[in-house]
């Protein structure tokens, strides 16, 4: 589960004609403070009448808190101004009239981070802009383990420094580590309270699969208990990705590193599908499902669900006894025919929010009939989405453009026996993960290909043969402790 950064108001008014403007951040930031350095450089329009300006008038919204330490122009030091309910407001000098102005700007903002857990903190910083001009700036923060930038944005992490580059205003998410408390760190995560064995897949798989990696440094993750976390996010949730962060619930046992794999994939679609504004989510849940469902055929000895399927029943070994055990499909097979042969469109609006089952299996099978059907990769998309332009708010506008390179109604067949083939097809697929190290420096990743199992139910001589060699194993047992029995009483 996935939950998008929301930008926040942030304003800055040029009160004089405006040609073009770029602004340049600098700021050092802790969880106890932050300090910050801003650069505007104006440029009035030559063709409007009121340019050259004889004294630039600006509005620019800062902390409520902020200390404003330094204000010049290029004329020198700004005396004309006032700082009220957050609002700064500048006259710069009245001298020659000019076509250019520079207005430097230093606060220091003395209040602490918002505190997430007690390990864990996160600040948030505004930057207020121009429509259409450029943001871009350098942040150093001691203990940096991944952020966010809201907007059209780019922007990289390298230890303790986020460069970033935006249009118009924006807003800056920092997630601080407390160094002094006590936490689980590997290579690719920092776990505030319990760490997850093998954690490493849950990282070099999605990147892999997906050629694509997260941002962060190291990705905080937080396990709260299952009622607290129940209460705030839902009991039908398991975890959940925010503002580059991993919330999840304590009670997940072994499905702990797929559920985990599944987020890693959020924070890379955070990226990938920076474009959509759309709310909807088939395919970012439909692509985190995938990875996690591979994730599961790795580690897992007994067969795992089928997609529109059908039931798989087996047998395993408990306490010496034989179960019959059977694993049910996730998504129903005539449910899915139904939605086909009602010509219904539900899927273009859905934004996991209701019939949640069939969503999440939907999305699911768009992803696996494009990589068992299709020859294809997940890595094609995400290739795809990263090449979209601009910003697509409508919904009916995305599922035109993601039509375009991925079929977004897999077997979607008038004939029943069609469609039941095809998801026996996607199903019976031999599927496989490619598991990848990241190059220091570089984009490249060094990428392995595991192939995956398909679960094959023992045949009958298999389970007598199971059966016999167990009855032996307890006929020793019970002949060696006869046998130390009848040596006890001669000693």
């Given at each position: 589960?996935?939950n998008k950064?929301?930008?926040?108001?942030?304003?800055a008014?040029?009160?004089?004609?405006?040609?073009?403007?770029q602004?340049?951040?600098?700021?050092?930031a802790?969880?106890?403070?932050e300090?910050?350095?801003?650069?505007?450089q104006?440029?009035?329009?030559?063709?409007?009448d009121?340019c050259p300006v004889?004294?630039?008038?600006l509005?620019?919204n800062?902390p409520?808190?902020?200390?404003?330490?330094?204000?010049n122009?290029?004329r020198?030091?700004?005396e004309?101004?006032?700082?009220?309910?957050?609002?700064?407001s500048?006259?710069?000098?009245?001298?020659?009239?000019?076509?250019?102005?520079?207005?430097?700007?230093?606060?220091?903002?003395?209040?602490?981070?918002e505190?997430?857990?007690e390990?864990?903190?996160?600040r948030?910083?505004?930057?207020?802009?121009?429509?259409s001009?450029?943001n871009s700036g350098?942040?150093?923060?001691k203990?940096?383990?991944?952020?966010?930038?809201?907007?059209?944005s780019?922007?990289?992490?390298?230890?303790?420094?986020?460069?970033?580059?935006?249009?118009?205003?924006?807003?800056?998410?920092?997630?601080?580590?407390?160094?002094?408390?006590?936490?689980f760190?590997t290579?690719?995560?920092?776990?505030?309270?319990?760490?997850?064995?093998?954690?490493?897949l849950?990282?070099?798989?999605?990147?892999?699969i997906?050629e694509?990696?997260p941002?962060?440094?190291?990705?905080?993750v937080?396990f709260?208990?299952?009622?607290?976390y129940?209460?705030?996010?839902?009991?039908?949730s398991?975890?959940?990705?925010?503002?580059?962060?991993?919330?999840?619930?304590?009670?997940l046992?072994e499905?702990?590193?797929?559920?985990?794999?599944?987020?890693?994939v959020h924070a890379i679609?955070?990226?990938v599908l920076?474009?959509d504004?759309?709310?909807?989510?088939?395919?970012?849940?439909g692509?985190?499902?995938y990875?996690?469902?591979?994730?599961?055929?790795?580690?897992?000895?007994?067969?795992?669900y089928?997609?529109?399927?059908?039931?798989?029943?087996?047998?395993?070994?408990?306490e010496?006894?034989?179960?019959?055990?059977?694993?049910y499909?996730?998504g129903?097979?005539?449910?899915?025919w139904?939605?086909?042969?009602?010509?219904?469109n539900?899927?273009k609006?859905?934004n996991?929010?209701?019939?949640r089952?069939f969503?999440?299996?939907?999305?699911?099978?768009?992803?696996?009939n494009?990589?068992?059907?299709?020859?294809?990769?997940?890595?094609?998309?995400?290739?795809?989405?990263?090449?979209?332009?601009?910003?697509?708010?409508?919904?009916s506008?995305?599922?035109e453009?993601?039509?375009?390179?991925?079929?977004?109604?897999?077997?979607n067949?008038?004939d029943?026996e069609?469609f039941?083939?095809?998801?026996?097809?996607?199903?019976?697929?031999n599927?496989?993960?490619?598991r990848?190290?990241?190059i220091?420096?570089?984009?490249?990743?060094?990428?392995?290909?595991?192939?995956?199992?398909?679960?094959?139910?023992?045949?009958?001589?298999?389970?007598?043969?199971?059966?016999i060699?167990?009855?032996t194993?307890?006929?020793i047992?019970?002949l060696q402790?006869?046998?130390?029995?009848?040596?006890?009483?001669?000693?």
């Amino acid at each position: 589960m996935s939950n998008k950064f929301l930008l926040f108001g942030v304003m800055a008014l040029l009160l004089s004609a405006l040609g073009s403007a770029q602004v340049f951040y600098e700021s050092e930031a802790s969880i106890d403070y932050e300090k910050t350095n801003i650069t505007i450089q104006l440029s009035c329009d030559s063709s409007e009448d009121n340019c050259p300006v004889n004294s630039w008038n600006l509005e620019w919204n800062l902390p409520n808190e902020a200390q404003i330490e330094k204000l010049n122009s290029s004329r020198g030091e700004i005396e004309d101004y006032e700082f009220e309910r957050g609002v700064l407001s500048i006259t710069t000098n009245v001298q020659t009239p000019t076509e250019n102005e520079t207005v430097f700007i230093q606060y220091q903002n003395d209040q602490s981070a918002e505190p997430v857990h007690e390990k864990f903190y996160t600040r948030e910083i505004d930057l207020p802009g121009f429509n259409s001009e450029t943001n871009s700036g350098n942040i150093t923060a001691k203990n940096l383990l991944s952020g966010q930038v809201s907007g059209t944005s780019s922007y990289n992490i390298r230890e303790d420094s986020m460069k970033f580059s935006t249009e118009g205003s924006s807003n800056l998410i920092l997630n601080l580590l407390d160094e002094d408390k006590e936490y689980f760190e590997t290579d690719y995560f920092v776990f505030a309270n319990s760490e997850v064995e093998e954690s490493d897949l849950a990282y070099e798989a999605p990147i892999g699969i997906l050629e694509k990696q997260p941002k962060a440094n190291k990705m905080p993750v937080i396990f709260i208990d299952s009622s607290t976390y129940d209460s705030e996010y839902g009991e039908w949730s398991q975890a959940r990705y925010s503002q580059d962060m991993i919330i999840m619930r304590e009670d997940l046992d072994e499905r702990e590193l797929p559920v985990l794999a599944h987020e890693v994939v959020h924070a890379i679609n955070s990226h990938v599908l920076s474009w959509d504004r759309t709310g909807t989510s088939y395919l970012d849940e439909g692509m985190a499902t995938y990875v996690e469902y591979l994730i599961q055929r790795k580690m897992s000895e007994k067969p795992v669900y089928e997609v529109f399927g059908d039931e798989i029943t087996y047998e395993e070994r408990r306490e010496g006894q034989r179960y019959e055990v059977t694993q049910y499909p996730r998504g129903d097979k005539d449910e899915l025919w139904e939605y086909y042969q009602q010509e219904s469109n539900a899927m273009k609006d859905w934004n996991g929010d209701n019939n949640r089952e069939f969503g999440y299996s939907y999305g699911q099978l768009i992803v696996m009939n494009h990589v068992s059907r299709n020859d294809g990769e997940l890595s094609d998309i995400t290739s795809d989405l990263n090449q979209i332009e601009g910003s697509i708010e409508n919904n009916s506008e995305k599922w035109e453009k993601l039509g375009e390179f991925v079929d977004l109604e897999p077997c979607n067949y008038e004939d029943r026996e069609d469609f039941n083939n095809c998801l026996e097809e996607i199903n019976d697929h031999n599927y496989t993960i490619q598991r990848a190290e990241p190059i220091e420096d570089s984009e490249e990743f060094q990428i392995d290909r595991i192939e995956l199992e398909k679960f094959e139910p023992e045949s009958e001589q298999e389970n007598i043969q199971e059966e016999i060699q167990a009855e032996t194993q307890n006929i020793i047992l019970w002949l060696q402790q006869a046998f130390n029995r009848f040596l006890s009483a001669f000693r």
